[in-house]
């Protein structure tokens, strides 16, 4: 027996060498040093900057549901409104009007061998929802400035990026500066319900011109003031987003009386259905992600247990899993997501329906494709006769992941640290859909970052209430996307 406990101690005492040595060589990637450009001498006035973005609130740019009319008025007449507003960005950059309502900017820079930078925002907004208004403190589309902020619908999704880039742009501009490598700006006006006839159309026409961005920029991530894993400030730069696909499931059975059912029925089958597929296994890593990058990105600021464990995954996997599956904000990052969200049966309490139908909405990691996830959907419901597993639209797929290691990845690092001093940066994944995800074709690197500087209560304003954003982080982003102008294209 001795000699099986000796075997087992000297085992233990290998593992935890390994995992030792496997946590002390757990450390962020390297950056890139030539990025380290300094940042602009900008003179700009904030206040006047501040009550530019409250005007661009007041166009009431809605993209609505379809089915629902939506009004093209106010989008021309912001159009206009940031022509004159930005007259010297205009003096300077060749504007195509795209579909209508989107804005596609060229600046040309002086070396046309250099590839260029793409900048991305979009024009429209949500709607606000007419019951919640009586708890906007502003109305929404008021634009105040009050307290230090500028309140209303989009001022930070997306108007307050796009605000942001057009005063940075017109500032430089003004001043002479004249970029070396072209910029690129596109400015879709149905990012909050497709971005078919904005994004994709852009990105259609920069892919037939043969234009091949050394990166391109937009909306999704940004230096959040607390990070669940530090407890402190940390600059996210979104490297991939998650994608969209919606199942729906159909059951039929005899249609009948509910005095006399068979003994299973269409609303029986699809609910054993649903329950199949929400427990079909889904993997869940921090590896093939941007979940151990981020930890990676982040180990000097962790917990050693932390660190020991993302590091030793191969021997912690049920550990992670279960405290990651326990959290679904921490889930949502290293897995595909299943939310069973809309269910329809008969129009009678008393009819059995003779067909029943569920959606189940999935946000794909970047790891697996709409293609696997409807294979195994398919194969959970085996056996239950009478079930069928489809798409319900074209599913979008995740973004491809960008890479952590580029210059340009260095370059955005470098400028969210003047925006941020002292706020660690890390790749992150971005859980929503953006307009970047269609120019994956056209650009080397797509990345999703704002220079703004976001307290829960900022972030929470978002598609919800009160939506605002401080005149501080307006003026943090101007002189932050100034900054990659002049470093970037300079
Ligand atoms: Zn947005």
Redesign the pocket.
């Given at each position: 027996m001795r000699w099986i406990i000796g075997l087992l101690l000297a085992g233990l005492v290998a593992i935890g060498g390994v995992v030792a040595w496997r946590t002390s060589q757990f450390v962020p990637a390297p950056v890139v040093e030539a990025a380290a450009v300094a940042a602009p001498e900008l003179t700009f006035d904030a206040d006047a900057a501040a009550a530019r973005l409250g005007r661009a609130i007041q166009f009431e740019t809605i993209s609505v549901q379809e089915g629902q009319t939506w009004n093209a008025a106010p989008f021309t007449a912001q159009r206009s409104w940031l022509e004159s507003a930005y007259p010297a960005f205009h003096a300077v950059a060749q504007r195509e009007i795209v579909n209508g309502e989107s804005l596609l900017f060229t600046w040309a820079g002086s070396d046309a061998s250099l590839a260029p930078i793409l900048l991305l925002?979009?024009l429209d907004?949500v709607p606000v929802e007419e019951w919640s208004r009586k708890d906007w403190t502003s109305e929404p589309f008021s634009g105040a400035v009050r307290d230090g902020f500028v309140w209303g619908r989009g001022a930070?999704?997306?108007k307050g990026?796009l605000i942001a880039i057009l005063e940075a742009a017109n500032v430089l501009a003004q001043s002479g500066f004249k970029p070396k490598r072209t910029l690129i700006f596109a400015f879709g006006h149905d990012?909050?319900v497709s971005g078919r006839d904005g994004a994709q159309a852009m990105a259609k026409i920069l892919a037939d011109r043969g234009v091949k961005a050394w990166f391109a920029m937009d909306?999704?991530q940004a230096t959040i003031a607390r990070h669940p894993m530090t407890g402190g400030p940390v600059s996210l730069i979104g490297i991939a987003e998650k994608g969209y696909a919606t199942l729906r499931v159909t059951a039929s059975a005899r249609a009948g009386h509910s005095s006399m059912p068979d003994k299973d029925t269409a609303v029986t089958l699809l609910s054993e259905a649903v329950l199949r597929i929400h427990r079909m296994p889904i993997e869940m890593k921090l590896e093939g992600g941007p979940a151990i990058d981020m930890i990676r990105a982040l180990a000097p600021q962790l917990p050693m247990t932390l660190r020991a464990a993302a590091a030793n995954e191969w021997l912690f996997s049920p550990v992670i899993n279960q405290e990651l599956g326990a959290d679904p904000q921490a889930a949502a990052l290293v897995r595909t997501t299943v939310a069973p969200t809309m269910l329809e049966g008969g129009p009678k309490e008393n009819i059995i329906p003779g067909r029943a139908v569920a959606w189940i909405n999935f946000r794909l990691h970047p790891r697996d494709t709409s293609a696997s996830i409807l294979a195994r959907a398919q194969e959970a419901v085996k056996g239950i006769p009478d079930v069928t597993v489809e798409w319900d639209r074209p599913p979008n797929e995740a973004s491809a992941v960008s890479s952590t290691t580029s210059d340009s990845y260095a370059l955005i690092s470098a400028m969210a640290r003047v925006a941020a001093p002292g706020a660690p940066v890390a790749p992150g994944l971005v859980l929503?859909g953006?307009?970047s995800r269609y120019y994956g074709g056209v650009a080397e690197n797509v990345y999703r970052f704002a220079p703004a500087i976001y307290e829960g209560e900022d972030i929470a304003g978002?598609h919800g209430k009160n939506e605002r954003l401080s005149v501080e982080n307006l003026t943090r982003m101007i002189r932050g996307y100034a900054h990659l102008m002049t470093a970037g294209a300079g």
């Open positions: 925002a979009h907004v930070i999704d997306d990026s990012e909050e909306e999704g929503g953006t307009d978002i």
